[in-house]
């Protein structure tokens, strides 16, 4: 009898909890609407996630099966339990099929790694933003000497020396050709698949001065672009003349996106701070910009009764604000993550021209989806998972806010207070919303916490938002006909409060933390719960937060005891809680990827234990370090390769190693062959034969069309 009760007792909340969970999916409603842009991301980044590249045909005949039994589901009237499941199933698949079909529609030629400089002449696009060793273009060559037509990329990236060449201009260069460039270390960001999808075949580095050349006239569609680039280009040295190279250097970033006059310090202030966001074209420029234009000719109608009681106002701005966003848009240059923004705010826009509401879940939806459909890549890129998650997060704030009661008799001064706080505490809350929806991605892709970012973007966001923005717009709008200076001086007023805020939240003790990468299977986690937590309703949606956490509370696997650049000519090491590297100076960028991965600091080896010449550098003793590199173009003599492997238990050389010495038995030994195959490696101390567990970069990447072509880098330090 006892038994029985207590089967009975225990088998009550079990029932319970089993009806309450019923209850909260069936009263989802149409909300299990907005999952199908998430599963539709989730096949595409499945299809990023393999290591070889699938065939076309059994993916698309997957996704016309499962579409079409998802509506012949909705056609005989089967409920939802039947219907959902077959409608993720059918967006996921679709979603792994467009991506599959989009890379095989943008696939162009890769220039291969040549081993001696070049001669190619190309037209000058745009000027990109510079890089480590100087400004960059984005040229279209016409001819590559050593390349047939058929193998010459259709877009290169260019460093080249001086000032940059202006759009639109024919020029030569003799440089140094390779495709682009392999992830620092494995599992880092790939730069090699975001060239593949920008059609960016690869990249050059100038040996000599740009010459200006004469080449038959392009097609037509490049001659627009390059009049487009060219317009933006003189805005932009229009904007700097106005305002001095520092701020109006930010000030042209954020019109044209043009990052040529950025000063370094003031880039650093910015990303320690938690400003960066406001540098790069993205959702909140065209929120602002296209609600500026909105709201201001909402405002002419209004003003205007005539008008007003015969026209739809709020229709007439949102096709003004419509067009706003696509004339910002050309202005811009139209980078990735502009294009994403500028088809969200459309999708916002044109929800007003029909009727619907503009800023909702399922206007957020519609707008991922329509995205991801254009541009299926984005789901594995960190603007749009930071804009999407951080959009979602304040949406599902917006929901749940309390309304507040509207009082008919406040006076005026107890009505203002009101008003502040309540205006205060919606910035602070969307502020901390958007930093925690973001936040698993900032860690993972960027390992890097801007402690202060939540004061100095609430500092910021009102001069931001209702001064920098709308007189950026004026100002580029009257600027070419020579009334642009009180608008654009008003601006810089506020690009140089932002400056100084920024510097002061850099500069405060402990501003920036670094963090290491979780493992590869914690972001995808994190994101899901982000996305519980906004579009589940009810009481499960608490369960995303944990989820949410996962990036943040992961274990970290060990660090790896030794990396080596993707061609051997940098090494660095784990000692003493800190990345030890062996060649200061070099290779900069890819020490700081990967110490920042491993949530370490780098710092340069100390001149004392290591015997360095012009081409190589070995540790004197065991307790100095465990790599010896050797970065000289042709191979070490046997003498010199002995010297090495005495020297060192691992030796990396650029150069192809034909025989090796006795002396490096039992030593680890890679070439030029090793790094041309695998990219750059990970070692761990290990007990086995060798010594050392390995993990390439190749490892990670797998064989996709855009890993296919090893590319070595060049070092000319």
């Known amino acids: 009898m006892a038994n029985g009760e207590d089967v009975k007792a225990t088998r009550g909340p079990l029932q319970a909890t089993v009806l309450a969970l019923a209850e909260e999916i069936g009263a989802q409603g149409l909300r299990w609407r907005l999952w199908a842009p998430v599963a539709f991301g989730a096949g595409g980044a499945s299809y990023f996630a393999m290591k070889v590249e699938p065939d076309l045909w059994p993916l698309a005949l997957t996704a016309i099966v499962s579409l079409t039994a998802w509506m012949i589901a909705r056609r005989w009237g089967l409920s939802r339990r039947f219907t959902v499941p077959l409608m993720l199933a059918a967006f996921m698949a679709s979603g792994l099929a467009a991506a599959k079909l989009r890379s095989d529609r943008v696939a162009a030629p890769i220039a291969p790694a040549m081993s001696s400089p070049t001669v190619l002449e190309a037209w000058v696009l745009d000027v990109d933003s510079p890089g480590e060793r100087g400004a960059r273009v984005l040229a279209a060559p016409v001819r590559v000497r050593g390349l047939e037509p058929g193998d010459t990329p259709i877009r290169l990236r260019a460093t080249v020396r001086g000032n940059p060449p202006r759009p639109g201009e024919a020029i030569r260069l003799f440089a140094l050709l390779n495709p682009p460039p392999a992830p620092a270390s494995p599992g880092a960001y790939d730069f090699g698949r975001s060239a593949w999808f920008a059609g960016v075949g690869g990249v050059a580095f100038a040996l000599d001065d740009t010459r200006t050349i004469q080449l038959e006239s392009p097609p037509g569609g490049l001659q627009l672009i390059m009049r487009i680039n060219a317009v933006r280009y003189a805005l932009a040295e229009r904007i700097v003349a106005r305002l001095g190279p520092r701020t109006g250097g930010v000030a042209a970033a954020m019109v044209t996106g043009h990052e040529a006059w950025l000063e370094r310090d003031d880039l650093d202030a910015m990303r320690d701070s938690g400003l960066a966001h406001i540098l790069s074209i993205s959702g909140l420029h065209m929120a602002v910009v296209g609600g500026f234009a909105f709201f201001a000719v909402r405002l002419g109608v209004a003003a205007w009764p005539w008008l007003a009681l015969r026209a739809p106002g709020k229709k007439i701005a949102a096709a003004v604000g419509l067009v706003a966003v696509a004339v910002y848009l050309v202005i811009s240059g139209a980078p990735p993550p502009a294009e994403r923004a500028a088809i969200t705010a459309a999708i916002a826009f044109l929800a007003i021209l029909i009727d619907r509401q503009a800023i909702s879940m399922q206007a957020l939806a519609a707008a991922a989806l329509a995205v991801l459909a254009l541009q299926p890549e984005a789901v594995v890129t960190p603007g749009f998972q930071m804009s999407f998650a951080a959009t979602a997060a304040l949406i599902a704030l917006v929901e749940i806010w309390p309304r507040p009661l509207r009082e008919l008799s406040v006076p005026w001064p107890i009505a203002t207070v009101q008003r502040a706080g309540a205006w205060i505490a919606a910035a602070a809350a969307a502020s901390l919303v958007a930093g925690m929806a973001t936040g698993p991605f900032a860690m993972q892709h960027f390992n890097r916490t801007a402690m202060y970012g939540l004061l100095s973007n609430l500092a910021t966001a009102p001069m931001a938002d209702l001064v920098m923005m709308p007189m950026l717009a004026l100002g580029a709008v009257f600027e070419p006909l020579g009334l642009g200076g009180p608008f654009l001086w008003l601006a810089g007023k506020g690009i140089d409060l932002m400056l100084i805020v920024g510097h002061w939240a850099a500069g405060l003790p402990g501003a920036v933390r670094t963090v290491a990468s979780a493992p590869t299977a914690a972001l995808p986690v994190a994101f899901m719960g982000v996305l519980l937590v906004c579009l589940w309703q009810g009481r499960l949606r608490w369960l995303g937060l944990p989820m949410a956490a996962a990036v943040m509370l992961w274990p970290r696997a060990p660090t790896p005891d030794l990396w080596i650049g993707d061609s051997g000519t940098q090494a660095a090491f784990h000692g003493a809680g800190q990345v030890i590297v062996v060649r200061p100076g070099v290779r900069e960028f890819a020490v700081d990827v ?56 691992v030796v990396a050389s650029r150069a192809i190693l034909q025989s090796l010495p006795e002396t490096c038995r039992g030593r680890l030994v890679l070439d030029a062959v090793d790094f041309a195959k695998g990219g750059a490696v990970e070692l761990w101390r290990d007990a086995g034969r060798s010594g050392w567990r390995a993990v390439w970069t190749s490892d990670v990447r797998g064989d996709r069309p855009w890993s296919r072509v090893a590319a070595p880098e060049t070092d000319v330090s």
């Open 594 to 649: 990967w110490s920042r991965r491993r949530g370490l600091g780098a710092v340069p080896r100390s001149n004392e234990g290591w015997d360095c010449g012009r081409f190589s550098c070995a540790p004197e003793h065991a307790a100095s370090g465990p790599v010896a590199l050797w970065w000289g173009r042709r191979a070490p003599d046997e003498n010199a390769l002995t010297g090495l492997c005495q020297s060192a238990e």
